[in-house]
């Protein structure tokens, strides 16, 4: 089993930056494909970018290209979203999934709010 836990969120101003960590337990956390989606309310769940297991190959959604950075450090069993230039329909909820979305793992996840 694998426990994973979001944290970084917050309210942050147009423009402005923050980081997205996503924490894993157990020693599986090297062997899977790590994803960031959001959802906002009333729409529907994004996959915002992607990071193989190894580290490589990071894959975004087209809104996002350009101002979010995956990435993950498998020592630490974590991985992250490096968000800037942020805008206000950046606003949703946002959590990692490790592993295919159906069957993976993810946390509760964490609010990020971008408002003047």
């Known amino acids: 089993q694998v426990h994973v836990v979001e944290s970084g969120g917050g309210l942050v101003q147009p423009g402005g930056s923050l980081r997205l960590s996503c924490a894993a337990s157990g020693s599986f956390f090297r062997f899977l494909v790590m994803g960031w989606y959001r959802q906002a309310p009333g729409k529907q769940r994004e996959l915002v970018a992607t990071i193989t297991a190894s580290g490589y190959l990071p894959n975004y959604a087209d809104s996002v290209k350009g101002r979010f950075t995956i990435s993950r450090d498998n020592p630490k069993n974590t991985g992250y979203l490096q968000m800037n230039s942020l805008k206000p329909e950046d606003t949703a909820v946002y959590y990692c999934?490790?592993?295919?979305?159906?069957?993976?793992?993810r946390g509760q996840g964490t609010q990020v709010t971008v408002s003047s």
């Open positions: 999934n490790l592993g295919d979305y159906d069957t993976g793992y």
